[in-house]
């Protein structure tokens, strides 16, 4: 049995305890587990509020709303005791007495538990721990990081639930492994023995390519919020204190770090990309002294995405029609997807058609008027600085040459939220709102508010084209691009993540090299260049290279292989199996 931790989880757009590609991938996580028989229970917070709700002003700018969450309202019951009471737990948090309560989901056959402190018996200040995804400041990012990684291990323990592997998706869970270490060392085990028991059953996944990225609390946070460990038998603040970081340790001069707590607490340990992992190793290396760079002992399991969830209606009718069945849960190696050859071209060109034209039919919803015939670029993700949004903004004559091309128009897409306190991303998306509201683009710019799993799907399965820019190396892995191939769509991206593994020569397109710069200013200019150039000599004039029967053939061949070759590849049912392969399994026999 995997219990796997998360801070956030995208299960659908009706339970919004999510904000972007991380919880999407533990909600597609979950599924295939419940898909292939994997057992597994997962722990998360009960927010009350979502991440945040979009709209614009008139100016085009953000404004983020309230986005309550009513329980009532949602697929979920609260878990009670034989005697009608609700089951809660305790935690100390500041000297005081945090209850905790369980509201539990099911996502197929898994099982979700999420720990909700706005209970009555606790103050308004500790109600408020689990109100908002990602709200408040360090104060918050601490207590509701207890709540998850302490609290989580002692509602399994509640609810007798026979957990043998701890799974630890990115750091934010990291305290379970100071609940686990006391559990162990108050039954009277040593310290040490108590930690190799814990490292052996635990894993832990990181994805973020930069240690910035990682929590990072002060000591007089850590001894605020949690002195009260070092009081418990057999456990002392020489302790566990060092697995935060040391004084010597040039990474925790600023405190307490949660990727170090994970590290040093679990034994297996993974990147969700190859380059990422290749990248985690060289970051991480001197945890690991005696062993060469490339000896570090982080993975790469490639993330993948869960195909029902993201399929659209016409594709997954043509699937059924040509391929064998059940074709969404068989891998890369299976003759199945070989049959996508067998599919008419006329037939699944009008699949992408149709998938076009509900796009537009939600663009027209928001009052633009696009043409549901012309080619259509898509970008919709988070509107964090690195991703560069405005990268194909940068020259503004090319750019009307290329969409307003009567005989080969293209129009664009965008969707996706700024964190309310990020103000050069929030810069970023009143850039592309001016650009759409602009009547010179009128036709050919749009942007979606309010992007969530709703508006997601609509996008991924309408785009011809899914446009990505990361800053090199900073994407660990993402996984919109991957949700277009099933639906017949081609990436148009940096190297980075896992495009590194996805892009071959005629089955989508790269922007650049894979080149690594030290001036950011020279990279947004050479690879803007080269966006603009991927486009004018190779997407737009193989889109629009029709054959008398009005299809693209050219274009279809690569959708073929799109669909074919790397779907079934980037798939969470092909991760999950890895996952168990290559790390619960192992966990688990390590833990016996």
Known sequence: MVAYFCSEFAITEHLPIYSGGLGVLAGDHLKSASDLGLPMVALGLAYHHGYFAQTLDDEGRQVAGPDPNVWSMRPVERLEGPDGTPITVSIHIEG???????????????????????????????????????GGDSEMRIRQEIVLGIGGVRALRALDI?????????????????????ELTVAGERFDEALATVRSSSVFTTHTPVPAGFDIFSPEQIQRHLGWLSAEPGITAEDWIPLG?????????????????????????????QLHAEVSRGMWSELFPERPVDDVPIIGITNGIHVPTWAGRGVQALMDRYLDEPWIWSGAEDPTWQKVESIPSTELFAARWGGRRALVGLAENHGFELNPDALTIGFARRFATYKRATLLLTDRERLRALLKNPDRPVQLVFAGKAHPRDVPGQGFLAEIVALSRDPEFAGHVAFIPGYDMAVGRVMVQGADVWLNTPRRPKEASGTSGMKVCINGGLNLSILDGWWVEGYEPGRGFAIGQGELYEDVEVADRTEAESLYRVLEEQVV????????????????????????ELTPTFSTHRMVREYGERLYEVAAEASR
């Open 96 to 134: 005081r007495l945090v209850h905790v309560g369980v509201i539990q989901a099911w996502v197929g056959s898994t099982r979700l538990l999420l720990l909700d402190t706005d209970l009555p018996e606790n103050d308004e200040r500790d109600r408020g721990i689990t109100a908002s995804l990602y």
């Open 162 to 182: 026979p957990v043998t592997v701890f799974h630890m998706n990115e750091g934010h869970s990291a305290f379970l492994v100071l609940e686990r270490l006391r």
């Open 245 to 273: 970081g040391t004084p010597d340790d040039p990474r925790s001069e600023r405190g307490f770090n949660m990727a170090l707590l994970a590290l040093r607490g679990a034994k297996h340990l993974n990147g969700v990309s």
């Open 541 to 564: 004039p193989l889109f629009y290279d029709r054959a008398a029967n009005g299809v693209p053939e050219g274009w279809v061949s690569q959708m073929r292989r799109s669909i074919a």
